[in-house]
């Protein structure tokens, strides 16, 4: 081959990497938030994105002009009709605070949550002991997967019944509450909780007048 022809050849082989690459950069980028702003509320198409650049696609369709804010930015006042792209970068992994401005009232204002998703779920195991006013963990911090929690009921001063639940509406990714039955003294059960994503996850003893109330809950981190 000669070196002219060697060169072509490079050049369409770098042309392909760059836009093969420019593809998945495409493919992997999340998709654009829509804002709908009417004169008395602002609605965001999802309530969770990745952690990282985000782009909102606002659109006004109120009769008076509204402004879109989030994170210390925000779009230029828009009339009735009028639309605009606002990028933001949500870095870290929280609920964001956003709202229609002026503001007239709580449905001008949300909350988005930044998630970060379990790239390397590890299945993992937890031992829960609960005691009248407190619930201990074996473990500080949980990894992000399928745990499975092995509760005991170990009140053996008040003898009462316990129970365990996992909360997962924290880390802003829909998740629910799951619990195990009512435990008798001595009594174990145990739970299988999927945690999909990283975050905030909180538990307690859903008997009533136990938990928060009681100090039987507490929260972990999932990694």
Known sequence: MSARLAGVALLVALSAVALSASADARSTAPAPVAVTITDSAVTLSRGAVPVGPVVFRVRNTGASAHAFTIAGHRTPLLTSGQTANLAVALPSRRAYPYSALPQSGAAMGGWLYAIE??????????????????????????????????????????????????DLRLQGGGGGMTETRSLAPGQTAKLVVHIPLKGTVYYECNMAEHG????????????
């Open 117 to 166: 998703r379990c790239d390397h779920p590890v299945a993992s195991t937890v031992n829960v002991s609960i005691v009248t006013g407190k619930i201990t963990l074996s473990v500080p911090s949980l990894r992000c997967g399928t745990v499975t929690f092995l509760v005991t009921n170990a009140d053996t001063v008040y003898r009462v019944r316990h129970d365990f639940s996992v």
């Open 212 to 223: 928060g109330e009681n100090g039987e809950a507490g929260y972990i981190t999932a990694r």
